[in-house]
């Protein structure tokens, strides 16, 4: 049996980092960080001496991305993944597409089959619930992606591709900001719950969120704070919508944070000089800017970041270093 197993292992190409990160919708440098901190990683090499995940590697980063969702520190979920010697076999029929445990079908929408996963809608199917203002739809279909896919999959791949349907739908009817309210507010709901205090804090100083002034789009803030408690157990505070910029310096002397994430959507809210008249701390926190709406004039000590992805890599770095 062993023989046989280890045959089958030289034959399986293997996975890269970047087909599993998108597999598990978890960054490369987070996969890199449990490889160095916890040992779990790659184990095999390709033929050009490439580092290689096997199906057994797989298998347990599932497991440890699960275990870590659930509240368990990164540091535990590791010991017990590390645990895991044999991968139980697939049945033949469910080899070549991901399982999904079961999800119950929202109130009022078909039961579908979403991207091959039971309980994880398409952009149509999670756009049509929110037209239908089906809000039980939409959080119990938005909590089914984060809970499987995490959130910068959810985001990328189903949250604003929704919201550009919404979009669109209101540039040729002139109606439908009332979707756009419950989307948004179910949507918020979802990453508020996600954004509790980690049991382990990964950083030494918390990670400071805002809004800059007067702009109103608070949700990428809400999902960058996400995505830092839950995948990198980074803590976080977030101020919200239309923060002053007095009221952030203060926040700033009081909580002494490793980095200060500003978001700024529109060329109005913009206006970076109040950036620079940040106040200077010790030890020092780095300021990064997040979102289009940021003007000329950015000094090269404040980053800006231009994805989703930039954005949790450069924050993170940073909170742990």
Not at 74 to 102: G, Q
Not at 193 to 204: S, W, Y
Not at 212 to 222: F, G, R, T, V
């Amino acid at each position: 049996m062993d023989e046989q197993r280890q045959v089958v292992a030289d034959e399986e190409p293997g996975y890269g980092i970047g087909a599993v990160a998108r597999r598990l919708g978890v960054p490369a440098p987070t996969l890199r960080t449990w490889n160095l901190r916890y040992g779990v990683g790659p184990s095999r090499r390709s033929p050009g001496g490439h580092r290689r995940y096997d199906a057994r590697d797989l298998w347990r980063l599932e497991e440890m991305n699960r275990l870590i969702r659930s509240g368990i520190p990164a540091s535990d979920a590791a010991r017990r993944v590390l645990r895991i010697e044999v991968v139980p076999p697939a049945p033949p029929a469910e080899r070549e597409r991901e399982r999904e445990p079961e999800w119950p079908t929202p109130k009022g929408i078909p039961s579908l089959t979403a991207d091959r996963r039971p309980g994880v809608p398409t952009v149509a199917m999670l756009a049509r619930a929110a037209m239908m203002l089906d809000s039980g739809a939409v959080h119990d279909w938005i909590g089914a992606a984060l809970a499987r896919h995490g959130v910068l999959w959810t985001w990328e791949r189903l949250v604003m591709p929704v919201f550009e349907t919404i979009c669109r739908r209101q540039s040729e009817s002139g109606a439908s900001i009332e979707v756009e309210h419950l989307f948004s507010d179910r949507l918020m709901a979802a990453l508020i719950g996600l954004t509790e205090r980690p049991a382990r804090p990964a950083g030494p100083r918390p990670v400071l969120l805002a809004c800059a002034e007067n702009d109103l789009h608070s949700l990428p803030i809400y999902a960058l704070a996400a995505a830092l408690t839950i995948e990198h157990q980074v803590e976080t505070r977030v101020l919200g919508a239309r923060t002053p910029y007095p009221a952030l310096a203060d926040a700033m002397r009081r909580l002494g944070p490793s980095v200060v994430f500003v978001w700024s959507q529109l060329p109005e809210t913009g206006d970076p000089a109040p950036l620079v008249s940040l106040p200077v701390l010790r030890p020092p926190s780095l300021v990064v800017a997040g979102g289009t709406g940021w003007r000329e004039g950015l000094p090269a000590s404040i980053p800006r970041v231009a994805s989703f992805q930039d954005a949790i890599t450069r924050v993170t770095a940073a909170a742990l270093a």
